[in-house]
């Protein structure tokens, strides 16, 4: 729980006009808290990007595609923002979990002003949106995230202090949504007229929509209930909208298509990019997709993932192969400390860099590893010596049943049989792979 | 008074109170609970969470009692959480949605008075946490009682108007006003209420909001400035669809300007791109005017071009021109370049113009490349559900775009593909079903085009494109086009086969379409089906076109030959009234039992004179038109015969129980018997008498009318009454014919239930007349001789014979005329010699007292009989001018209901008893809802107009059609009729013609009749739109005519100057009759 110590605010000055976001207690560089973190201030170069951009991740925030019982608990959450040096990423998931929206404002967006290096919520009022859907688009916009006077709280003060809690299923998707984005492929590049003939096709229903299948026949894109060869799929297609805002701006779009159906559509801005990822099912937010959990499940994985995680840096990509030139470590230890880095919620994905990027979440990040159940569960398992090898695998004394475990990465739990590799593998899987790499008593 | 304390806990002291709904003790006991009790009454209020069921208390009572005092039970609930919690614990425990005020008055008034009486502190975060409960489905703020609560509780303490959902959810409940606007005028909430209603996002259900604003912001109860600050502002926060079509309303009803708008363009462009497509339609000229930069331009250009309506695009084309003028032609072009690149053939041509008037070039589009759809084999789904049953008709549902029952679900609409991709699979894909139910739906003018596209676009995707394509093309999309009314939205399928034209090998349109093509014009159904035609031939539209017009002309279509269903006839089960009645020979022993027949009251459309709907078939019952009236004639006899005493004996052993006969009435009923049997049991009762004949007849009220008198009574006393309470009320005060005498002279009587209708207290009053003078004379005139309750005269001869110099009841004699059948004037010789003393006066129109009945008949017969019925239609009820030679008026105890009401109508049996020869009486307006039976289209002689004009089955229409009963003239006056008072449905019509048309048997009266309406319709001065595939259908089967015939009407009108659609098709329907 962090706290805002003043609100965000629009105002229209002689010079132009001035967004000054506030920000909550953040995380910069040497893991310091910070109260009301100044991340960067100055004149933004491209601000008919910056107010709809804003907007947009403030959009998803504040949207709720699927009527889920605990997204109806949820307040409208903040975004995060992470200022990486020469660029700043706002982000955010809508309500129901299911769609992750970020803003990156790129060094040609932002102008000459010095980026600073950190993580921290922003507050994004009602009457702040209203201001910014306002903006005249021609008037020069001053940006400030956070701020560096010494404010000092007194009863004289109109504003009450606000408390910002991330949720937990922010979490976990932030900690989930890189590792999902890493491993897709792009499907789809559109540019100029084509991205306007791609969203008209789009039904506008509500949300959050049907499951759709988007199928490119010419210059025509056809809807279809069916998953057929060559398709993208859509589901909940009204939860696109989130992009709504910024589609008219979009020079560029590409979608990328994650093998078991969450899809990323990237929007080329003039000096940004908006990404928005949905996830695979419109009713199941992102959380326990369990995409890193076999690499976690190493057990080097954490000892790789603190010993490089000084080398980051808040570095805006994260380049492997230097990383691992760095600290003398094979490519594939890196791969794994990563993995385990960004399954703590230190690392997001850049789908148009194709490279990690470094943020840290204004959390406890032991806690993020901890909330991998299964992973727990699985260790748990290899603790209690319920993991038998066999003829043909191993036999896993499950809470409910024997379960075999095959030489091909099979299982016969019915968790498997529900959801095949669809979220990751299951506890018996993962409690096997532990099994061979760390032999009882060291896990 | 300090509740006595009695050493028991909270719960067991307060659940004798709920049981009894006592609210005041409940308050009583709450009030003076010690402080070392508040704590135990805490947790059993928490423990319990305001759910009365939980607590399986045992209320006693009626129902209406019982659900009385549950509901004064809620309220206790209610002021437990507010007398023991905290204000926002207490908002969560109250049972909100469980309190109504209908039906207590206590509960709530000692609610709301321990509201005033709270500290202020204690109750504004009481009212902010309840108008922000998340009250949602069955739990929401229905009933209005959360607002009404709350909004005394407000002005009372003076606080803000509540902001919360569930308080806005039902925002004017408790306040003063009928209408929205007098509710919001000197409301002491405004503006608050009003501003944050809009902000709650439940406006969208308040249609007139607009409407409303505008009036209070005209009469200085709002300020506008503000209204449109908050509107402006809530349009940037994604409502629903329906509130924001409401809040753009208000910026119209406002009269808002583009220079009010803060924010301007930017601000236009954001709500443009986000919000619903009305809202955007409304702000869309605001933005166009607002544009003075050639990067707004383009960016505005983009977003409409993404949004999925059309509207805003013609929108933008339309003023591009203009805001060429302004930001520079380069703009334009550009911005008509990204409006054009779409599928829309008719919008890409609009497009392509301007950008060529603007001064640019159109940029050739890529010609799209095969993508080896045509090769792919259908997709036969794998682990495939349990596909439902298959329906042929499923196609006739998914392709109708006004389906019944909301049409088929996703789900079904997935089945349906599933199992033509399967048949396709499987080599057994024809399209026989899909053409079918295109073409019915086609004349019914039901055709869902866009669904036909979805479907095939499905298919065509799924790997169906190498059998669907034919299917597609050459026969739905011909036979749409074929005739000259097309469906509108026909353009939507030719453009969606031509996103899959690239796939296809190269082939020609069918003859329709390329016909089409090929006419002078430039439809929007033309251009795609040029771009379609052009796209198949390889070739530039421009180029297809032309050699699309050097081709020569098509030769004329060959005349098909008949199939015969002129001359198709289907034999007919005999009508009623071609079945003569068995004569009723009941020995007295046998009497009760026959009585014990199913003879009930409400069984009133079970007659052979009806035809019933398939699959409605009725059980039968006793209570058809001939029974009731042979087992009186049975019973008349036996008086006479056995004598009072031992008939009353023998019937006193008539059972009215009718057993159980299925799950639906497990136990046995009792039956409340019809007018003619009920009369035969008060007669067994001893409860008949001449003297309160007169009553029943002159000073009595139906039931159903004394009960809503007394229910209007209790309204207008604001008198607390249930429906128990009600009926024991009636059963307590009202007169009937036992009490009658005790009673007060000026009250009337107030018939049992099973005399429902005027008409059937009519029958009663005859058959007591009947029974009264049984002991003097055995006869019973009026018994039909026919099924449809007519009688001969024959039959009418031989029973007055038997009756000579008898005292005959009037009602019965008058009965017996109006059941006649026409008969020779000359047998009037035969009444010579015959007396019959009428029991009951009849006087004649001049005031002349009839003494013998024998009068009646012989002017009765004189004149002819009865005349056919000339029904007129004032507003839409029927009437008449046609006169009875005895009219029933003339008979003194003829109920005075129905001497006053010239037309006096009830539903089923009991009218066509009185008048069976009239049927058309049964109908009193041309547009009622009827029952869910049918007309009686087999009642005695020709149906009439006003059975013509409301025969609602297809059943009744074959069962006419086969007999060549349906009258073609009156089918075309009521035609007329409904087109001129605008409730012909001439689509609907087509439909159910073809239809019968293909009925075996139907086909000649059916063609006669269609004839004759096209003619009449034909010469209206307003011709309807349907008209067209009426002659359409006629054209479709003249071939089957042997010797047409050519309506003047109909020639004249095809003769006529003109080249509408219709005269077109009357043209050619004209030709062909003549041929």
Same mark, same amino acid.
């Given at each position: 729980?962090?706290?805002?110590?003043?609100?965000?605010?629009?105002?229209?000055?002689?010079?132009?006009?001035?967004?000054?976001?506030?920000?909550?207690?953040?995380?910069?560089?040497?893991?310091?808290?910070?109260?009301?973190?100044?991340?960067?201030?100055?004149?933004?170069?491209?601000?008919?990007?910056?107010?709809?951009?804003?907007?947009?991740?403030?959009?998803?925030?504040?949207?709720?595609?699927?009527?889920?019982?605990?997204?109806?608990?949820?307040?409208?959450?903040?975004?995060?923002?992470?200022?990486?040096?020469?660029?700043?990423?706002?982000?955010?998931?809508?309500?129901?979990?299911?769609?992750?929206?970020?803003?990156?404002?790129?060094?040609?967006?932002?102008?000459?002003?010095?980026?600073?290096?950190?993580?921290? !919520?922003?507050?994004?009022?009602?009457?702040?949106?209203?201001?910014?859907?306002?903006?005249?688009?021609?008037?020069?916009?001053?940006?400030?995230?956070?701020?560096?006077?010494?404010?000092?709280?007194?009863?004289?003060?109109?504003?009450?202090?606000?408390?910002?809690?991330?949720?937990?299923?922010?979490?976990?998707?932030?900690?989930?949504?890189?590792?999902?984005?890493?491993?897709?492929?792009?499907?789809?590049?559109?540019?100029?007229?084509?991205?306007?003939?791609?969203?008209?096709?789009?039904?506008?229903?509500?949300?959050?929509?049907?499951? %759709?299948?988007?199928?490119?026949?010419?210059?025509?894109?056809?809807?279809?209930?069916?998953?057929?060869?060559?398709?993208?799929?859509?589901?909940?297609?009204?939860?696109?909208?989130?992009?709504?805002?910024?589609?008219?701006?979009?020079?560029?779009?590409?979608?990328?298509?994650?093998?078991?159906?969450?899809?990323?559509?990237?929007?080329?801005?003039?000096?940004?990019?908006?990404?928005?990822?949905?996830?695979?099912?419109?009713?199941?937010?992102?959380?326990?997709?369990?995409?890193?959990?076999?690499?976690?499940?190493?057990?080097?994985?954490?000892?790789?993932?603190?010993?490089? %995680?000084?080398?980051?840096?808040?570095?805006?990509?994260?380049?492997?192969?230097?990383?691992?030139?760095?600290?003398?470590?094979?490519?594939?230890?890196?791969?794994?400390?990563?993995?385990?880095?960004?399954?703590?919620?230190?690392?997001?994905?850049?789908?148009?860099?194709?490279?990690?990027?470094?943020?840290? %979440?204004?959390?406890?990040?032991?806690?993020?590893?901890?909330?991998?159940?299964?992973?727990?569960?699985?260790?748990?398992?290899?603790?209690?010596?319920?993991?038998?090898?066999?003829?043909?695998?191993? %036999?896993?004394?499950?809470?409910?049943? !024997?379960?075999?475990?095959?030489?091909? !990465?099979?299982?016969?739990?019915?968790?498997?049989?529900?959801?095949?590799?669809?979220?990751?593998?299951?506890?018996?899987?993962?409690?096997?792979?532990?099994?061979?790499?760390?032999?009882?008593?060291?896990? | 008074?300090? @509740?006595?304390?009695?050493?028991?806990?909270?719960?067991?002291?307060?659940?004798?109170?709920?049981?009894?709904?006592?609210?005041?003790?409940?308050?009583?006991?709450?009030?003076?609970?010690?402080?070392?009790?508040?704590?135990? @009454?805490?947790?059993?209020?928490?423990?319990?969470?305001?759910?009365?069921?939980?607590?399986?208390?045992?209320?006693?009572?009626?129902?209406?009692?019982?659900?009385?005092?549950?509901?004064?039970?809620?309220?206790?609930?209610?002021?437990?959480?507010?007398?023991?919690?905290?204000?926002?614990?207490?908002?969560?425990?109250?049972?909100?949605?469980?309190?109504?005020?209908?039906?207590?008055?206590?509960?709530?008034?000692?609610?709301?008075?321990?509201?005033?009486?709270?500290?202020?502190?204690?109750?504004?975060?009481?009212?902010?946490?309840?108008?922000?409960?998340?009250?949602?489905?069955?739990?929401?703020?229905? /009933?209005?009682?959360?607002?009404? *609560?709350?909004?005394?509780?407000?002005?009372?303490?003076?606080?803000?108007?509540?902001?919360?959902?569930?308080?806005?959810?039902?925002?004017?409940?408790?306040?003063?006003?009928?209408?929205?606007?007098?509710?919001?005028?000197?409301?002491?909430?405004?503006?608050?209420?009003?501003?944050?209603?809009?902000?709650?996002?439940?406006?969208?259900?308040?249609?007139?909001?607009?409407?409303?604003?505008?009036?209070?912001?005209?009469?200085?109860?709002?300020?506008?400035?503000?209204?449109?600050?908050?509107?402006?502002?809530?349009?940037?926060?994604?409502?629903?669809?329906?509130?924001?079509?409401?809040?753009?309303?208000?910026?119209?009803?406002?009269?808002?300007?583009?220079?009010?708008?803060?924010?301007?363009?930017?601000?236009?462009?954001?709500?443009?791109?986000?919000?619903?497509?009305?809202?955007?339609?409304?702000?869309?000229?605001?933005?166009?005017?607002?544009?003075?930069?050639?990067?707004?331009?383009?960016?505005?250009?983009?977003?409409?071009?993404?949004?999925?309506?059309?509207?805003?695009?013609?929108?933008?084309?339309? @003023?591009?021109?203009?805001?060429?003028?302004?930001?520079?032609?380069?703009?334009?072009?550009?911005?008509?370049?990204?409006?054009?690149?779409?599928?829309?053939?008719?919008?890409?041509?609009?497009?392509?113009?301007?950008?060529?008037?603007?001064?640019?070039?159109?940029?050739?589009?890529?010609?799209?490349?095969?993508?080896?759809?045509?090769?792919?084999?259908?997709?036969?789904?794998?682990?495939?559900?349990? /596909?439902?049953?298959?329906?042929?008709?499923?196609?006739?549902?998914?392709?109708?775009?006004?389906?019944?029952?909301?049409?088929?679900?996703?789900?079904?609409?997935?089945?349906?593909?599933?199992?033509?991709?399967?048949?396709?699979?499987?080599?057994?894909?024809?399209?026989?079903?899909?053409?079918?139910?295109?073409?019915?739906?086609?004349?019914?003018?039901?055709?869902?085009?866009?669904?036909?596209?979805?479907?095939?676009?499905?298919?065509? /995707?799924?790997?169906?494109?190498?059998?669907?394509?034919? *299917?597609?093309?050459?026969?739905?999309?011909?036979?749409?086009?074929?005739?000259?009314?097309?469906?509108?939205?026909?353009?939507?399928?030719?453009?969606?086969?031509?996103?899959?034209?690239?796939?296809?090998?190269?082939?020609?349109?069918?003859?329709?379409?390329?016909?089409?093509?090929?006419?002078?014009?430039?439809?929007?159904?033309?251009?795609?089906?040029?771009? /379609?035609?052009?796209?198949?031939?390889?070739?530039?539209?421009?180029?297809?076109?032309?050699?699309?017009?050097?081709?020569?002309?098509?030769?004329?279509?060959?005349?098909?030959?008949?199939?015969?269903?002129?001359?198709?006839?289907?034999?007919?089960?005999?009508?009623?009234?071609?079945?003569?009645?068995?004569?009723?020979?009941?020995?007295?022993?046998? #009497?009760?039992?026959?009585?014990?027949?199913?003879?009930?009251?409400?069984?009133?459309?079970?007659?052979?004179?009806?035809?019933?709907?398939?699959?409605?078939?009725?059980?039968?019952?006793?209570?058809?038109?001939?029974?009731?009236?042979?087992?009186?004639?049975?019973?008349?006899?036996?008086?006479?015969?056995?004598?009072?005493?031992?008939?009353?004996?023998?019937?006193?052993?008539?059972?009215?129980?009718?057993?159980?006969?299925?799950?639906?009435?497990?136990?046995?009923?009792?039956?409340? =018997?019809?007018?003619?049997?009920? +009369?035969?049991? #008060?007669?067994?009762?001893?409860?008949?008498?001449?003297?309160?004949?007169?009553?029943?007849?002159?000073?009595?009220?139906?039931?159903?009318?004394?009960?809503?008198?007394?229910?209007?009574?209790?309204?207008?006393?604001?008198?607390?009454?249930?429906?128990?309470?009600?009926?024991?009320?009636?059963?307590?005060?009202?007169?009937?014919?036992?009490?009658?005498?005790?009673?007060?002279?000026?009250?009337?009587?107030?018939? =049992?239930?099973?005399?429902?209708?005027?008409?059937?207290?009519?029958?009663?009053?005859?058959?007591?007349?009947?029974?009264?003078? +049984?002991?003097?004379?055995?006869?019973?005139?009026?018994?039909?001789?026919?099924?449809?309750?007519?009688?001969?005269?024959?039959? #009418?001869?031989?029973?007055?014979?038997?009756?000579?110099?008898?005292?005959?009841?009037?009602?019965?004699?008058?009965?017996?005329?109006?059941?006649?059948?026409?008969?020779?004037?000359?047998?009037?010789?035969?009444?010579?010699?015959?007396?019959?003393?009428?029991?009951?006066?009849?006087?004649?129109?001049?005031?002349?007292?009839?003494?013998?009945?024998?009068?009646?008949?012989?002017?009765?017969?004189?004149?002819?009989?009865?005349?056919?019925?000339?029904?007129?239609?004032?507003?839409?009820?029927?009437?008449?001018?046609?006169?009875?030679?005895?009219?029933?008026?003339?008979?003194?105890?003829?109920?005075?209901?129905?001497?006053?009401?010239?037309?006096?109508?009830?539903?089923? *049996?009991?009218?066509?008893?009185?008048?069976?020869?009239?049927?058309?009486?049964?109908?009193?307006?041309?547009?009622?809802?009827?029952?869910?039976?049918?007309?009686?289209?087999?009642?005695?002689?020709?149906?009439?107009?006003?059975?013509?004009?409301?025969?609602?089955?297809?059943?009744?229409?074959?069962?006419?059609?086969?007999?060549?009963?349906?009258?073609?003239?009156?089918?075309?006056?009521?035609?007329?009729?409904?087109?001129?008072?605008?409730?012909?449905?001439?689509?609907?019509?087509?439909?159910?013609?073809?239809?019968?048309?293909?009925?075996?048997?139907?086909?000649?009266?059916?063609?006669?009749?269609?004839?004759?309406?096209?003619?009449?319709?034909?010469?209206?001065?307003?011709?309807?739109?349907?008209?067209?595939?009426?002659?359409?259908? #006629?054209?479709?089967?003249?071939?089957?005519? =042997?010797?047409?015939?050519?309506?003047?009407?109909? +020639?004249?009108?095809?003769?006529?100057?003109?080249?509408?659609?219709?005269?077109?098709?009357?043209?050619?329907?004209?030709?062909?009759?003549?041929?």
């Amino acid at each position: 729980m962090s706290t805002y110590l003043r609100e965000s605010v629009l105002t229209n000055e002689t010079d132009g006009i001035h967004l000054a976001l506030a920000t909550a207690t953040g995380l910069a560089p040497g893991g310091l808290v910070v109260e009301s973190p100044l991340f960067f201030s100055g004149l933004v170069a491209k601000p008919q990007i910056t107010g709809p951009g804003i907007l947009a991740v403030a959009d998803v925030a504040a949207s709720r595609y699927a009527d889920l019982g605990v997204a109806a608990k949820l307040a409208s959450i903040d975004p995060v923002v992470t200022a990486g040096g020469d660029r700043l990423r706002f982000e955010s998931f809508s309500a129901c979990n299911g769609v992750y929206a970020r803003l990156d404002l790129l060094p040609a967006a932002l102008g000459e002003a010095e980026v600073g290096f950190g993580t921290t !919520n922003v507050d994004i009022n009602l009457p702040l949106r209203t201001a910014l859907a306002r903006v005249n688009q021609a008037d020069p916009l001053h940006l400030s995230v956070g701020t560096s006077e010494l404010r000092v709280s007194s009863p004289s003060q109109t504003f009450v202090e606000r408390k910002v809690k991330l949720p937990e299923r922010w979490i976990r998707g932030l900690a989930e949504v890189p590792g999902l984005c890493a491993e897709m492929d792009q499907v789809c590049s559109l540019s100029g007229a084509e991205i306007a003939i791609l969203l008209a096709r789009l039904p506008r229903t509500q949300p959050p929509g049907d499951n %759709l299948f988007l199928k490119r026949l010419g210059r025509t894109w056809h809807l279809s209930h069916r998953n057929l060869p060559g398709a993208i799929p859509l589901p909940g297609s009204a939860r696109l909208r989130g992009s709504d805002r910024i589609a008219r701006l979009a020079t560029k779009l590409t979608i990328h298509q994650h093998q078991f159906g969450a899809t990323a559509w990237v929007f080329h801005l003039d000096g940004a990019q908006f990404t928005l990822a949905l996830s695979p099912n419109p009713f199941r937010g992102f959380s326990g997709e369990g995409t890193l959990l076999t690499l976690l499940a190493r057990s080097d994985a954490e000892r790789t993932g603190r010993e490089i %995680l000084g080398l980051l840096g808040w570095s805006p990509t994260v380049d492997a192969t230097e990383l691992a030139n760095e600290s003398g470590l094979d490519r594939a230890t890196v791969r794994g400390g990563l993995a385990w880095l960004a399954a703590s919620g230190r690392l997001g994905y850049d789908l148009v860099d194709g490279a990690w990027f470094h943020r840290e %979440l204004p959390i406890d990040a032991e806690k993020v590893l901890s909330r991998n159940p299964r992973l727990t569960a699985a260790r748990r398992l290899v603790t209690a010596a319920k993991v038998h090898s066999s003829a043909d695998g191993w %036999l896993v004394n499950g809470d409910h049943g !024997n379960y075999r475990v095959g030489l091909d !990465n099979t299982c016969t739990c019915p968790w498997v049989a529900e959801h095949g590799g669809s979220r990751g593998p299951c506890k018996h899987l993962l409690a096997v792979a532990i099994s061979l790499r760390d032999p009882i008593g060291e896990v | 008074m300090p @509740a006595p304390d009695t050493g028991t806990s909270f719960g067991d002291r307060l659940m004798p109170l709920l049981v009894v709904g006592d609210t005041l003790g409940a308050w009583e006991l709450l009030t003076y609970l010690e402080p070392s009790e508040r704590a135990d @009454a805490r947790a059993w209020v928490e423990q319990h969470r305001g759910q009365l069921d939980r607590l399986e208390l045992k209320f006693t009572g009626t129902d209406d009692e019982q659900f009385a005092t549950r509901h004064e039970a809620y309220w206790i609930l209610a002021l437990c959480a507010i007398k023991l919690l905290p204000p926002v614990a207490a908002s969560q425990l109250v049972p909100w949605p469980d309190l109504s005020a209908t039906w207590s008055w206590s509960g709530e008034e000692i609610f709301v008075q321990e509201l005033w009486d709270a500290d202020p502190a204690w109750v504004a975060p009481f009212v902010e946490a309840t108008s922000k409960l998340k009250l949602r489905g069955r739990r929401a703020n229905r /009933l209005g009682t959360l607002t009404r *609560v709350l909004r005394v509780v407000v002005l009372h303490h003076r606080l803000p108007c509540p902001s919360g959902q569930a308080y806005l959810a039902n925002w004017l409940s408790g306040t003063p006003g009928e209408t929205v606007v007098e509710c919001l005028t000197d409301n002491p909430l405004m503006p608050d209420l009003v501003l944050n209603f809009l902000a709650s996002g439940e406006s969208g259900s308040y249609l007139s909001l607009p409407d409303d604003i505008a009036t209070l912001v005209a009469i200085g109860q709002l300020d506008r400035a503000l209204i449109v600050n908050q509107v402006l502002t809530l349009l940037t926060t994604s409502q629903r669809p329906a509130s924001q079509r409401v809040l753009a309303r208000i910026t119209k009803q406002l009269g808002l300007k583009p220079a009010e708008i803060p924010g301007g363009l930017n601000y236009l462009l954001g709500v443009l791109a986000t919000g619903h497509g009305i809202a955007a339609g409304f702000l869309l000229p605001h933005a166009i005017e607002l544009v003075v930069e050639p990067t707004e331009l383009t960016e505005l250009a983009t977003l409409v071009a993404a949004r999925p309506e059309k509207k805003p695009k013609q929108v933008l084309l339309r @003023a591009l021109t203009e805001l060429s003028d302004r930001v520079g032609s380069a703009a334009g072009i550009q911005a008509a370049e990204l409006i054009g690149a779409t599928n829309d053939a008719a919008l890409a041509e609009q497009a392509n113009k301007l950008i060529t008037r603007l001064g640019g070039t159109i940029a050739a589009t890529p010609a799209p490349t095969a993508t080896g759809l045509w090769d792919l084999a259908p997709i036969v789904p794998t682990n495939r559900r349990q /596909l439902r049953e298959w329906d042929a008709s499923d196609w006739l549902t998914i392709f109708d775009a006004w389906p019944k029952f909301g049409g088929v679900s996703d789900a079904e609409f997935a089945d349906a593909i599933d199992r033509t991709l399967i048949e396709m699979s499987l080599g057994r894909f024809t399209g026989a079903e899909m053409i079918a139910a295109v073409t019915s739906l086609r004349d019914q003018s039901h055709l869902g085009i866009n669904q036909i596209a979805r479907a095939f676009t499905e298919i065509f /995707l799924a790997g169906g494109l190498r059998q669907g394509w034919p *299917v597609a093309l050459d026969e739905i999309a011909e036979l749409c086009c074929a005739g000259s009314s097309r469906p509108p939205t026909l353009a939507n399928l030719l453009r969606t086969l031509n996103t899959f034209a690239a796939e296809v090998p190269p082939q020609t349109l069918p003859p329709n379409l390329r016909e089409l093509a090929a006419a002078q014009g430039d439809t929007k159904v033309q251009l795609e089906a040029r771009a /379609l035609g052009a796209q198949l031939a390889g070739l530039p539209v421009d180029d297809y076109l032309a050699t699309l017009r050097a081709e020569p002309p098509a030769p004329p279509k060959l005349r098909p030959t008949p199939r015969g269903l002129w001359q198709l006839t289907v034999e007919a089960p005999p009508l009623p009234g071609e079945v003569r009645v068995a004569k009723p020979l009941v020995p007295l022993t046998e #009497l009760a039992p026959a009585l014990s027949g199913d003879f009930n009251c409400s069984d009133q459309d079970d007659s052979d004179c009806w035809v019933q709907r398939e699959g409605h078939e009725r059980r039968r019952s006793d209570a058809d038109l001939t029974k009731p009236d042979q087992l009186l004639a049975a019973t008349v006899a036996a008086i006479h015969r056995h004598g009072p005493q031992a008939t009353r004996q023998a019937l006193a052993e008539v059972n009215r129980w009718l057993p159980s006969t299925s799950d639906m009435f497990p136990e046995p009923r009792l039956i409340r =018997p019809l007018s003619i049997v009920l +009369a035969i049991d #008060l007669w067994t009762a001893e409860q008949l008498c001449v003297r309160n004949l007169d009553d029943v007849a002159h000073r009595s009220v139906l039931r159903r009318d004394y009960t809503d008198q007394l229910w209007k009574e209790a309204r207008q006393s604001s008198t607390k009454i249930t429906r128990n309470e009600m009926d024991d009320l009636v059963e307590a005060t009202r007169p009937t014919l036992k009490n009658q005498r005790a009673a007060s002279a000026e009250l009337p009587l107030v018939l =049992p239930g099973e005399l429902g209708s005027h008409p059937a207290t009519l029958s009663f009053l005859r058959a007591a007349e009947s029974l009264l003078l +049984a002991e003097a004379n055995p006869v019973v005139l009026c018994p039909p001789t026919w099924g449809d309750g007519t009688l001969d005269f024959d039959d #009418l001869l031989l029973r007055m014979q038997a009756a000579n110099g008898l005292m005959t009841s009037t009602l019965d004699l008058v009965q017996a005329l109006w059941r006649l059948r026409d008969c020779d004037r000359s047998r009037v010789a035969e009444l010579d010699g015959l007396s019959l003393p009428l029991a009951s006066g009849y006087t004649w129109a001049d005031g002349t007292s009839v003494r013998d009945g024998i009068e009646l008949v012989r002017t009765w017969a004189s004149a002819g009989g009865l005349p056919p019925l000339e029904v007129i239609e004032i507003d839409g009820h029927w009437t008449t001018p046609t006169k009875a030679p005895v009219p029933w008026e003339g008979a003194e105890l003829l109920p005075t209901a129905l001497r006053e009401d010239p037309w006096h109508w009830t539903w089923g *049996v009991d009218l066509l008893r009185v008048m069976p020869r009239w049927p058309d009486r049964m109908i009193a307006h041309r547009d009622d809802t009827y029952w869910n039976g049918d007309t009686p289209v087999k009642a005695a002689g020709p149906p009439g107009l006003a059975i013509h004009s409301r025969i609602s089955s297809m059943e009744a229409y074959v069962d006419l059609t086969r007999r060549h009963r349906l009258n073609p003239e009156l089918m075309a006056i009521d035609a007329v009729n409904r087109h001129r008072t605008q409730s012909l449905h001439l689509g609907d019509t087509t439909g159910w013609l073809r239809k019968l048309f293909e009925t075996p048997g139907c086909f000649a009266n059916t063609w006669d009749s269609a004839l004759s309406m096209a003619s009449a319709l034909s010469v209206e001065d307003r011709i309807p739109s349907g008209l067209v595939q009426l002659l359409r259908l #006629l054209n479709e089967y003249a071939h089957e005519v =042997p010797q047409p015939i050519v309506p003047q009407q109909l +020639a004249r009108f095809a003769a006529a100057k003109g080249t509408t659609k219709a005269r077109l098709e009357a043209r050619k329907l004209v030709q062909a009759l003549s041929l």
